[in-house]
């Protein structure tokens, strides 16, 4: 898949044509144009197109109408008709010499998770539980016209057009989750939403990546169990006649709070298993003061940075202990801990369980 910038005066109409142009010549460059997205908003193209590689895209462009894409990626069809609903052309309209498509990739997607370990600490309820959830769940997506990209257990990706249709399905989620396990005891799990905007190809690798990155990290590390960016937000007032959203149960991020939540996840990426990153340290990578990267934190995680580096060390001990990936001692090490006798004192806090119970009750 490919993506085009293109200037303001271009419409559908003239990227019709360039298409038209495209499927003309394709056989010259063993390609296959299968279809476009054309977003008269923001400007932007994006061509789906078999090929033998890149440069055999550039040339078929260039030949054709010369304009060459700004940027390409690899891309699974199953996941582009999973993101986008589509991996041909429409069927073109009747009397018409051109198919015109204004038809925008820009999506809106949504990030379900639930603790990973919930299921564990329920036992046998949660098994009802779940199936009681995860059926609600596929009934509001589809009921609102989302798109499940993917889904397992604990956590969901899904794509929808509208702004709109996606908050109305979050909060009806969060209402059901809240509903089915009002007598669990679900001190140990909780349920998170985010919702971000992207487009399918910007200057990461894969698709929709940059969107989906911060809306992961959103759930990861955002206190509230409902997120937005200020897009999201920005769009469903547009949307709804310049209604505002019901800030209750919903923290909305401004853009200077997105872009350290991004931040803060790429530096952490690098630290966060070494066990001589301290508060200052950290502070450091993420070039603030230890009371400016406290105050931040305290503001979107509702953590202090020393709580947030063991949390966040835990939930990766706790995933590594799943996957039987050492011993306890050599997990705590492996994580960033100088002790296996804190770390399991700090698991037991986070979790209800020292590690070495979990480990025997669940026969990791």
């Known amino acids: 898949m490919d993506r085009h ?23 010259k460059y063993n390609c296959r144009g299968l279809t476009y997205w054309f977003d008269d908003v923001r400007k932007t193209a994006f061509c789906l197109v078999e090929a033998p590689n890149k440069e055999a895209i550039k040339l078929m462009h260039d030949n054709a109408h010369g304009e060459v894409p700004h940027r390409i990626i690899e891309v699974d069809n199953a996941l582009v008709e999973s993101f986008l609903g589509r991996i041909e052309d429409p069927e073109k309209s009747q009397d018409t010499s051109l198919n015109i498509i204004n038809d925008p990739a820009f999506r809106v997607l949504m990030v379900i998770e639930t603790s990973n370990y919930l299921d564990r600490l329920q036992a046998n309820q949660f098994s009802i539980f779940t199936q009681k959830f995860h059926n609600s769940v596929f009934k509001t997506i589809k009921k609102l016209n989302g798109n499940i990209v993917r889904n397992d257990n604990n956590s969901y990706l899904v794509s929808f057009k509208s702004v709109t249709n996606a908050i109305l399905c979050a909060k009806k989620i969060q209402y059901q989750y809240n509903y089915v396990s009002s007598k669990l005891d679900t001190s140990h799990g909780k349920l998170k939403i985010a919702l971000c905007t992207g487009i399918p190809v910007t200057d990461k690798d894969n698709l929709f990546e940059e969107a989906i990155n911060l809306a992961t990290h959103m759930c990861n590390i955002v206190k509230e169990s409902f997120v937005i960016t200020s897009e999201v937000n920005a769009l469903y007032e547009s949307e709804n006649r310049n209604a505002t959203i019901d800030k209750e149960p919903i923290r909305i991020l401004s853009p200077l709070e997105e872009k350290f939540v991004t931040h803060i996840m790429e530096v952490m990426s690098f630290i966060w298993n070494k066990p001589e990153v301290a508060v200052n340290n950290f502070s450091e990578a993420m070039g603030y003061s230890k009371s400016q990267l406290y105050r931040k934190l305290i503001g979107v995680t509702g953590l202090s940075p020393n709580t947030f580096l063991k949390e966040f060390r835990l939930h990766k001990a706790l995933h590594l202990l799943q996957l039987k990936y050492g011993n306890i001692s050599e997990v705590a090490f492996d994580v960033g801990f100088n002790s296996p006798a804190y770390f399991s004192k700090c698991f037991l806090e986070k979790y209800g369980m020292l590690p070495s119970t979990y480990i025997q009750q669940y026969g990791l």
């Not at 200037?7 to 056989?27: F, G």
């Open 5 to 27: 910038d293109v200037s303001e005066a271009v419409t559908a109409e003239i990227v019709a044509q360039l298409h038209h142009e495209d499927l003309k010549i394709q056989h």
